[in-house]
C-alpha cells in the first residue's frame, strides 16, 4: 500500500497532463483567419507586400529567405548590413503571416524562440514591434537594413518593395506578392 | 550521497502538503483566462489595439533607432515547490534572478553579458561576459567568459529554466554538483568557460544548414564533477558540428567533442585528461519537441594521491540548492581558481568512463491559446567515481513526466513527477518561472 501511495506521484502528474486538453478547449486556430478574427485576403488578390529600407540592395526575396529573416538565422543581407525585423504587435493579420505562414509557429512558441535566441547568443536583439501599419512602414524606412510585412495599401510610394519568388506550394503564395 | 537538512512542515499539515501543487496546478488549469483568446475583439482602429507583452513596442519617432545605440535588457527568475513522496525535506526555493543585457557597439562588434543573484546570500555572479565580432552569418568570433557547449542543452538553456520545457536540467549538466538534496548530483561536463571560440554558417554548405563552433579555453574554474566535487581545469579546446537544415526549421543533430586538461592536484605532476564527446538530436517544433542527447567522458588520471578528506566531507561544503536546479559553485578559492576542498581530493590513477543520455519528449496542445505542453524525460547515467576506490560504475535511471502551462507569454507553470531509482525516491517539482 505503502508503495503504491508513494508510486502514485508520477502518476499524478501524468494524470494533469492527459486532463489538460480537452476541458479547456475553445477550437482550434483557424489559419483562414487572423488573431482579430478577420477574414485573410482573398486567394486571387494578395493584399501585402514585403518592404525593406531603400539601402537594401534586392529586388526580390524566396520564401526560404523569409523564414530564415523570422528565424534569426540570417542576420545579414549580402552587403553586410545587419537585417532588422520589424512586426506589428500580437493581433494584427501581418504579424500572423510572419509567425504562422512564414516561421510556421504559434504566437506563443514565436515568443519564446525569440527571447531564447537573444539569450543563446544567436541574435543581439530581436524583432523590433511596432503598433499598426502605419508605424511598421515609418520603422523600416528609418531603420537601415529593417524588413517588415505591411497591407499593400499602407505601403508609402517612397518605400521600397520587395518581390516574393513564386512559390505555388507555400501558403504565402496567395498572401504576399 | 549526503542529503541536506531541510525544514519540515508541521506534523498535523504534513499530509495536505503533497496535495498543494496538484491543487494549484487544478485551479490553474480551471481558470477561464486560460482558455480565452487574448487577442483583442475585431477593431477598425489600430490605435485601439492594445499591446500584448511580447517584444518591445517601438515608435519610428524614438531617438534610440540605431543599433549602434540600443540596449537590451532581459531577466529570468523561478520559484520551487519540492515534495518527496516521504514528506522528508519538503522545499519551497527561489531559484535565480538572472539577468541579461546586449548591446551592439557598432561595426559587427556587440556584448553580452548575464549575471545571476543566487539565494541565500544574493552574491552577484558573472555568468557570461561575451564580446562578439560578426561581420557575417558565416563568421563570429567571441571572446569572454561563456557555457560550455559541450551539450546542446546547456548551450541553448543556460541559466534561464523559463527556457527549459521542463522544471530540471538533465544530470549531466546539472547545476547541482555533488549530489544535493534528491538529486544524485551526477553533473559530467564543464559549464563554462574562458577562452575564445569562433563560430558561423559554413557559407559552401549553406543551403544544408551546416554550422561550425570551435574554441580554446583556459583557466576555468569548473569542471567535470565525476567524483562528487568541483575539478578546475587549465585548458580546453572543443569543437562543434550541426546541422539545420532550412527544409527543416526545428530540425539540429549535432555532435561535439571536448578535449579538457585539469590542473594538477597539489603533488601530482600531470592533471588529469579528459575526452568528452557528445551526440544530440533536437526538434523543437513544440508538436512535437524532442531531444535526445548523450555524452562520454573518459578520465585518464596519471598519479594516485591520499586524500585527507573523505568524499562526504568535501561534498558537504558545497552550499544547498533547494530546488535541485540551481548549483554554481560557492567554494573558497585559490589564486588559481581551485578550490579548497577539491585540493584534498584522492584521485586514484586509472582510466575512469562516464557516460549519460537523456530522451525528452514533448508536446503543445493545440487546442485554445496553446497554452499546455505535458512533456516526460527519461535519463540513464552511470558513472565511475574515483574517490569510491572501485571501479564498479553507479548507474542511476531517472523518470519523469510533466505538464508546463504558459499562463501568458512570459510566465510558466511546470508540475512535474520525478523518479529517482537510485534512492527510490519520488518527487513532485513545482517550478514559476517567469521571462521580464
Not at chain 2, 535519463?379 to 504558459?406: C, F, N
Request: proline letters at 8%; hydrophobic letters at 40%.
Amino acid at each position: 500500500m505503502v508503495r503504491l501511495v508513494r508510486h502514485g506521484w508520477a502518476l499524478a502528474a501524468l494524470l494533469c497532463c492527459a486532463s489538460s486538453g480537452a476541458a479547456w478547449a475553445d477550437g482550434d486556430a483557424d489559419p483562414t483567419r487572423d488573431a482579430s478574427g478577420a477574414e485573410a485576403p482573398d486567394a486571387e488578390t494578395p493584399a501585402y507586400v514585403v518592404i525593406v529600407h531603400p539601402t537594401v540592395e534586392r529586388e526580390q526575396i524566396t520564401v526560404d529567405e523569409l523564414r530564415a529573416i523570422a528565424l534569426g538565422r540570417q542576420r545579414y543581407w549580402k552587403s553586410g548590413a545587419p537585417i532588422q525585423l520589424v512586426l506589428e504587435v500580437q493581433g494584427s493579420a501581418t504579424r500572423a503571416i510572419w509567425v504562422e505562414s512564414i516561421a510556421r509557429m504559434s504566437p506563443v512558441q514565436f515568443v519564446h524562440y525569440w527571447i531564447g535566441a537573444t539569450f543563446q547568443g544567436r541574435a543581439v536583439t530581436g524583432p523590433r514591434a511596432v503598433q499598426g501599419s502605419r508605424s511598421a512602414v515609418q520603422l523600416v524606412a528609418a531603420l537601415p537594413g529593417a524588413i517588415g510585412i505591411v497591407p499593400a495599401e499602407a505601403a508609402e510610394e517612397a518605400l521600397k518593395q520587395l518581390t516574393v519568388s513564386p512559390d505555388p506550394s507555400s501558403p504565402l503564395h496567395s498572401i504576399v506578392r | 550521497m549526503q542529503l541536506r537538512p531541510h525544514a519540515n512542515p508541521p506534523l498535523l499539515w504534513r499530509p495536505v502538503v503533497p496535495l498543494m501543487p496538484l491543487c494549484a496546478t487544478l485551479l490553474t488549469l480551471a481558470h477561464p483566462a486560460l482558455a480565452q483568446d487574448e487577442a483583442p475583439a475585431a477593431s477598425t482602429s489600430e490605435a485601439a489595439r492594445p499591446a500584448l507583452p511580447d517584444f518591445p513596442i517601438e515608435s519610428p519617432a524614438t531617438p534610440l533607432l540605431t543599433p549602434s545605440s540600443r540596449l537590451d535588457l532581459g531577466a529570468f527568475t523561478d520559484i520551487n515547490l519540492n515534495v518527496p513522496t516521504d514528506l522528508e525535506g519538503v522545499n519551497v526555493g527561489i531559484g535565480q534572478v538572472v539577468v541579461h543585457a546586449r548591446a551592439h557597439l557598432g561595426s559587427g562588434f556587440s556584448t553580452f553579458g548575464e549575471f545571476t543573484l543566487n539565494s541565500p546570500s544574493w552574491d552577484v555572479r558573472v555568468e557570461r561576459l561575451i564580446f562578439d565580432w560578426e561581420p557575417s552569418d558565416a563568421f563570429k568570433l567571441s571572446v569572454g567568459r561563456m557555457h560550455s557547449p559541450v551539450t546542446w542543452w546547456n548551450q541553448n538553456f543556460h541559466h534561464g529554466v523559463w527556457l527549459q520545457t521542463t522544471a530540471t536540467r538533465p544530470q549531466m549538466i546539472s547545476f547541482n554538483r555533488g549530489g544535493t538534496g534528491h538529486s544524485p548530483g551526477a553533473a559530467l561536463l564543464e559549464s563554462h568557460f574562458k577562452g575564445a571560440r569562433i563560430s558561423g554558417l559554413l557559407p559552401f554548405l549553406d543551403r544544408a544548414g551546416l554550422r561550425y563552433l570551435a574554441g580554446v579555453a583556459s583557466g576555468g574554474d569548473d569542471s567535470g564533477v565525476r567524483d562528487g566535487v568541483t575539478v578546475p581545469y587549465a585548458f580546453m579546446t572543443f569543437a562543434n558540428l550541426a546541422l539545420e537544415p532550412p527544409d527543416v526549421p526545428f530540425l539540429r543533430v549535432g555532435i561535439t567533442g571536448n578535449y579538457v586538461v585539469d590542473y594538477p592536484l597539489p603533488n601530482q605532476k600531470k592533471g588529469a585528461r579528459t575526452l568528452e564527446t557528445g551526440a544530440h538530436i533536437a526538434y523543437t517544433s513544440d508538436r512535437p519537441e524532442l531531444i535526445v542527447e548523450g555524452v562520454m567522458t573518459t578520465d585518464h588520471v596519471a598519479e594516485s594521491k591520499r586524500s585527507p578528506l573523505s568524499n562526504e566531507q568535501t561534498t558537504s561544503s558545497l552550499p544547498t540548492d533547494m530546488s535541485g536546479t540551481h548549483m554554481s559553485g560557492g567554494h573558497e578559492t585559490t589564486s588559481t581558481g581551485m578550490s579548497t576542498s577539491t585540493m584534498q581530493r584522492a584521485v586514484p590513477a586509472g582510466s575512469y568512463q562516464s557516460g549519460a543520455l537523456y530522451a525528452q519528449v514533448a508536446w503543445r496542445i493545440a487546442r485554445g491559446k496553446e497554452r499546455f505542453k505535458p512533456y516526460a524525460r527519461y535519463e540513464y547515467t552511470t558513472l565511475q567515481h574515483p574517490d569510491h576506490g572501485s571501479k564498479d560504475p553507479e548507474v542511476w535511471h531517472i523518470v519523469m513526466a510533466g505538464l508546463r502551462v504558459d499562463l501568458t507569454n512570459r510566465i510558466a507553470l511546470k508540475t512535474e513527477g520525478v523518479r529517482y531509482t537510485d534512492t527510490d525516491t519520488n518527487v513532485l517539482n513545482m517550478q514559476l518561472s517567469a521571462a521580464w
